[in-house]
């Protein structure tokens, strides 16, 4: 008889004069519910302790880094609406936020001129799937992004990059990268959702301070910026954040540094 099932009317002992079988406390017979299982005490906790118990969740997408307390920064980079983001910072960045990326579901598509500095890391990313793919400098084909496969196109074009054949679109995300500051970087910093910027010099900061309106303190200390520090700017928000990289990010890109 399955523990799930009623004894029939022709047996020969009734439900209720039944002598074995799972009994209920107060000698009751729990038909067709097996046996009761343990009883445990409660587990509680006053009021004031509840705080104890959050868990340290953040916003959707990737962590780049940690801020200046310590937490998590993440950024949500596979958006239903075109996104664009300028890095004026260093290949080892930029290759940190691809493997990161891809590690969030995403095709990356590099456009490049040194492909010879992303073939390791092409290869390396997504245990033998094409997840990283590498084109001349504009040679990207379409993409066909959608939510289910999202698509970051990383522009690594030197200081003068082309206009782009593939631009930002829903669920496809365009980062730029310039080594320094360049003469089309005002450009691409007017259209940037998100602007990160790494160790430039004394009068490339100034300069960024008038064409983003940076406050005296953070000007100021975009010219000694340690190997792997960035200023993450948007329209309301800036952040420094420290990205570290993993041990296989560290056995695939080496230490975090800002030239190449």
Known sequence: MSAFSVPSQSSSVSAGQSTRGP?????????????????RNRHAVPLDQLEALALPVGDDGMVIGVDAG???????????????ITLIGGLWTAQ????RAAATGARIAVETGRAAAWTGLAQAAGSGQPCITLHDVGRVPPQGPYAGSPVVVVRDCGMRPPRGRVASAPWQSVVTLLPYLSPVAPRLLEKS???????????EAAQLARIMNLPHAEAEALSTLADGVTL?????????????????????????????
């Open 232 to 260: 993450w700017c948007t329209g309301g928000d800036r952040q420094f954040v420290m990205t570290t990289a993993t041990d296989a990010e560290t056995g695939l890109l080496g230490s975090a540094r800002r030239m190449d």
């Open 70 to 84: 310590g937490r998590p920064a993440v950024l949500g980079i596979n958006r239903p609406t075109p996104y664009d």
């Open 96 to 99: 940190v936020l691809a493997l």
């Open 193 to 203: 959702g998100l602007i990160g910027i790494q160790r430039v010099s004394p009068d």
């Open 23 to 39: 009994q209920a406390r107060g000698g009751k017979l729990r038909t067709g519910f097996g046996l009761i299982g343990p009883r």
